[in-house]
T-cell receptor
Protein backbone atom coordinates (compact mmCIF):
# COMPACT_ATOMS: atom_id res chain seq x y z
CA UNK A 1 0.00 0.00 0.00
CA UNK A 2 1.11 3.53 -0.63
CA UNK A 3 0.95 6.60 1.55
CA UNK A 4 0.97 10.29 0.72
CA UNK A 5 1.98 12.91 3.27
CA UNK A 6 1.39 16.62 3.14
CA UNK A 7 2.94 18.25 6.17
CA UNK A 8 1.60 21.79 5.70
CA UNK A 9 -2.06 22.02 6.79
CA UNK A 10 -2.26 25.68 5.82
CA UNK A 11 -0.15 28.27 4.04
CA UNK A 12 -0.71 31.95 3.39
CA UNK A 13 1.17 34.20 0.96
CA UNK A 14 0.70 37.57 -0.64
CA UNK A 15 -0.62 37.92 -4.15
CA UNK A 16 2.14 37.72 -6.81
CA UNK A 17 4.49 35.79 -4.52
CA UNK A 18 5.80 32.33 -5.22
CA UNK A 19 4.72 29.49 -2.94
CA UNK A 20 5.82 25.86 -2.68
CA UNK A 21 3.59 23.09 -1.31
CA UNK A 22 5.30 19.94 -0.05
CA UNK A 23 4.37 16.31 -0.61
CA UNK A 24 6.15 13.08 0.14
CA UNK A 25 5.01 9.59 -0.67
CA UNK A 26 5.94 6.02 -0.01
CA UNK A 27 5.48 3.13 -2.42
CA UNK A 28 7.06 -0.07 -3.62
CA UNK A 29 5.68 0.43 -7.12
CA UNK A 30 8.09 1.21 -9.95
CA UNK A 31 5.48 2.54 -12.36
CA UNK A 32 3.23 5.27 -11.01
CA UNK A 33 1.85 8.75 -11.47
CA UNK A 34 1.69 11.72 -9.14
CA UNK A 35 -0.85 14.50 -9.24
CA UNK A 36 -1.73 17.81 -7.68
CA UNK A 37 -5.43 18.60 -7.47
CA UNK A 38 -7.02 21.88 -6.51
CA UNK A 39 -10.35 21.99 -4.67
CA UNK A 40 -11.85 25.49 -4.38
CA UNK A 41 -14.88 26.18 -2.15
CA UNK A 42 -17.12 24.96 -4.98
CA UNK A 43 -15.64 21.51 -4.06
CA UNK A 44 -14.95 20.62 -7.72
CA UNK A 45 -11.69 18.67 -7.95
CA UNK A 46 -9.49 20.25 -10.61
CA UNK A 47 -6.39 18.55 -11.96
CA UNK A 48 -3.51 21.00 -11.73
CA UNK A 49 -0.54 18.97 -12.90
CA UNK A 50 0.58 15.39 -13.49
CA UNK A 51 4.00 13.73 -13.30
CA UNK A 52 4.92 10.32 -14.69
CA UNK A 53 7.45 8.56 -12.46
CA UNK A 54 9.49 7.35 -15.43
CA UNK A 55 10.07 10.91 -16.64
CA UNK A 56 13.04 12.73 -15.20
CA UNK A 57 11.90 16.10 -16.47
CA UNK A 58 9.70 18.02 -14.07
CA UNK A 59 6.21 18.80 -15.31
CA UNK A 60 5.12 22.40 -15.83
CA UNK A 61 1.74 23.93 -16.60
CA UNK A 62 1.89 27.71 -16.99
CA UNK A 63 2.43 29.12 -13.47
CA UNK A 64 2.50 25.65 -11.90
CA UNK A 65 5.56 23.44 -11.79
CA UNK A 66 6.71 20.48 -9.77
CA UNK A 67 9.99 19.42 -8.24
CA UNK A 68 9.97 15.64 -8.53
CA UNK A 69 12.72 13.92 -6.56
CA UNK A 70 12.17 10.22 -7.19
CA UNK A 71 14.90 8.90 -4.93
CA UNK A 72 13.68 11.04 -2.06
CA UNK A 73 10.02 10.28 -2.92
CA UNK A 74 9.26 13.96 -2.90
CA UNK A 75 6.82 15.82 -5.15
CA UNK A 76 6.43 19.51 -4.38
CA UNK A 77 4.26 22.03 -6.23
CA UNK A 78 5.49 25.52 -6.98
CA UNK A 79 2.99 28.24 -7.84
CA UNK A 80 4.55 31.34 -9.36
CA UNK A 81 2.97 34.79 -9.47
CA UNK A 82 0.17 33.59 -7.18
CA UNK A 83 -3.32 34.94 -7.80
CA UNK A 84 -6.37 35.34 -5.58
CA UNK A 85 -8.06 32.58 -7.57
CA UNK A 86 -5.39 30.15 -6.43
CA UNK A 87 -6.93 30.16 -2.96
CA UNK A 88 -8.10 26.57 -2.43
CA UNK A 89 -7.30 23.22 -0.88
CA UNK A 90 -4.49 21.46 -2.71
CA UNK A 91 -4.22 17.69 -2.60
CA UNK A 92 -1.24 15.60 -3.62
CA UNK A 93 -2.25 12.19 -5.01
CA UNK A 94 -0.63 8.92 -6.08
CA UNK A 95 -1.79 6.40 -8.64
CA UNK A 96 -0.09 3.13 -9.47
CA UNK A 97 0.51 2.53 -13.15
CA UNK A 98 -1.69 0.26 -15.24
CA UNK A 99 -4.89 2.22 -14.84
CA UNK A 100 -6.72 -0.19 -12.58
CA UNK A 101 -6.32 1.67 -9.33
CA UNK A 102 -7.84 4.74 -7.85
CA UNK A 103 -5.98 7.58 -6.24
CA UNK A 104 -4.41 7.79 -2.81
CA UNK A 105 -4.61 11.33 -1.48
CA UNK A 106 -2.67 13.31 1.07
CA UNK A 107 -4.53 15.26 3.75
CA UNK A 108 -4.31 18.48 1.80
CA UNK A 109 -2.88 21.98 2.21
CA UNK A 110 -5.18 24.97 2.52
CA UNK A 111 -3.54 27.73 0.49
CA UNK A 112 -4.67 31.30 1.10
CA UNK A 113 -3.59 34.08 -1.24
CA UNK A 114 -3.81 37.45 0.48
CA UNK A 115 -4.51 40.62 -1.55
CA UNK B 1 -11.11 15.19 -20.65
CA UNK B 2 -14.38 13.60 -19.59
CA UNK B 3 -17.43 15.59 -18.49
CA UNK B 4 -19.05 14.06 -15.43
CA UNK B 5 -22.36 14.95 -13.82
CA UNK B 6 -23.79 13.79 -10.51
CA UNK B 7 -27.29 13.81 -9.09
CA UNK B 8 -28.34 15.01 -6.62
CA UNK B 9 -25.88 17.81 -5.96
CA UNK B 10 -26.89 17.83 -2.31
CA UNK B 11 -29.44 16.23 -0.03
CA UNK B 12 -30.48 16.19 3.59
CA UNK B 13 -31.67 12.81 4.82
CA UNK B 14 -32.98 11.23 7.98
CA UNK B 15 -31.00 8.54 9.75
CA UNK B 16 -31.96 5.01 8.81
CA UNK B 17 -32.89 5.91 5.25
CA UNK B 18 -30.95 5.28 2.02
CA UNK B 19 -29.85 7.59 -0.78
CA UNK B 20 -28.80 6.67 -4.31
CA UNK B 21 -26.32 8.94 -6.05
CA UNK B 22 -26.07 8.89 -9.83
CA UNK B 23 -22.96 9.50 -11.91
CA UNK B 24 -23.16 10.11 -15.66
CA UNK B 25 -20.16 10.44 -18.01
CA UNK B 26 -20.24 11.92 -21.51
CA UNK B 27 -18.09 9.14 -22.95
CA UNK B 28 -17.66 5.41 -22.50
CA UNK B 29 -15.20 4.51 -19.76
CA UNK B 30 -14.07 1.16 -18.45
CA UNK B 31 -13.62 2.05 -14.80
CA UNK B 32 -15.45 4.42 -12.53
CA UNK B 33 -14.42 5.24 -9.00
CA UNK B 34 -16.36 6.41 -5.96
CA UNK B 35 -14.74 8.52 -3.25
CA UNK B 36 -15.89 9.89 0.07
CA UNK B 37 -14.73 13.20 1.52
CA UNK B 38 -15.73 13.63 5.14
CA UNK B 39 -16.02 17.20 6.49
CA UNK B 40 -12.63 18.90 6.49
CA UNK B 41 -10.90 15.74 5.35
CA UNK B 42 -9.21 14.36 2.27
CA UNK B 43 -10.71 11.97 -0.26
CA UNK B 44 -10.87 8.25 0.42
CA UNK B 45 -11.56 5.66 -2.25
CA UNK B 46 -14.71 3.65 -1.55
CA UNK B 47 -14.77 1.29 -4.51
CA UNK B 48 -13.95 0.73 -8.16
CA UNK B 49 -16.84 -0.05 -10.49
CA UNK B 50 -16.24 -1.93 -13.73
CA UNK B 51 -19.03 -2.54 -16.20
CA UNK B 52 -20.16 -6.14 -16.18
CA UNK B 53 -18.52 -7.17 -12.92
CA UNK B 54 -18.92 -6.70 -9.21
CA UNK B 55 -17.47 -3.56 -7.70
CA UNK B 56 -14.20 -3.85 -5.81
CA UNK B 57 -14.34 -2.31 -2.34
CA UNK B 58 -11.49 -0.80 -0.36
CA UNK B 59 -10.74 -1.79 3.20
CA UNK B 60 -13.35 -0.40 5.55
CA UNK B 61 -16.14 -0.24 2.97
CA UNK B 62 -18.65 -3.04 2.40
CA UNK B 63 -21.20 -3.79 -0.27
CA UNK B 64 -24.13 -3.94 2.15
CA UNK B 65 -23.49 -0.35 3.19
CA UNK B 66 -22.44 1.05 -0.20
CA UNK B 67 -24.00 -1.03 -2.99
CA UNK B 68 -22.87 0.07 -6.43
CA UNK B 69 -24.39 -0.53 -9.84
CA UNK B 70 -22.66 -0.17 -13.20
CA UNK B 71 -25.24 -1.01 -15.86
CA UNK B 72 -23.32 0.44 -18.81
CA UNK B 73 -20.12 2.23 -19.79
CA UNK B 74 -21.39 5.75 -19.07
CA UNK B 75 -23.36 5.40 -15.83
CA UNK B 76 -23.00 4.24 -12.24
CA UNK B 77 -24.87 4.60 -8.98
CA UNK B 78 -23.72 4.52 -5.38
CA UNK B 79 -26.26 3.89 -2.63
CA UNK B 80 -25.56 4.92 0.95
CA UNK B 81 -27.70 2.54 3.01
CA UNK B 82 -29.13 2.80 6.52
CA UNK B 83 -27.56 6.19 6.95
CA UNK B 84 -26.23 7.65 10.18
CA UNK B 85 -24.84 11.14 10.85
CA UNK B 86 -21.33 9.71 10.34
CA UNK B 87 -22.21 9.24 6.66
CA UNK B 88 -22.46 13.00 6.21
CA UNK B 89 -19.85 13.64 3.52
CA UNK B 90 -19.26 14.67 -0.04
CA UNK B 91 -19.42 11.71 -2.39
CA UNK B 92 -17.55 12.03 -5.68
CA UNK B 93 -17.31 9.82 -8.71
CA UNK B 94 -14.35 9.89 -11.05
CA UNK B 95 -13.12 8.26 -14.23
CA UNK B 96 -9.81 7.60 -15.89
CA UNK B 97 -9.09 9.49 -19.04
CA UNK B 98 -6.25 9.76 -21.47
CA UNK B 99 -4.70 7.12 -23.67
CA UNK B 100 -2.68 5.69 -20.85
CA UNK B 101 -5.40 6.05 -18.24
CA UNK B 102 -3.02 8.32 -16.43
CA UNK B 103 -5.47 11.06 -15.54
CA UNK B 104 -8.52 11.02 -13.33
CA UNK B 105 -11.35 13.50 -13.63
CA UNK B 106 -13.98 14.10 -11.01
CA UNK B 107 -17.65 14.85 -10.94
CA UNK B 108 -18.91 17.87 -8.99
CA UNK B 109 -19.75 15.78 -5.93
CA UNK B 110 -22.89 15.14 -3.89
CA UNK B 111 -23.05 16.78 -0.49
CA UNK B 112 -24.95 14.52 1.90
CA UNK B 113 -26.13 15.61 5.33
CA UNK B 114 -27.69 13.00 7.61
CA UNK B 115 -29.75 14.24 10.54
Amino acid sequence: AQTVTQSQPEMSVQEAETVTLSCTYDTSESNYYLFWYKQPPSRQMILVIRQEAYKQQNATENRFSVNFQKAAKSFSLKISDSQLGDTAMYFCAFMAGGGADGLTFGKGTHLIIQP
Amino acid sequence: SAVISQKPSRDICQRGTSLTIQCQVDSQVTMMFWYRQQPGQSLTLIATANQGSEATYESGFVIDKFPISRPNLTFSTLTVSNMSPEDSSIYLCSVHSGQLYNEQFFGPGTRLTVL
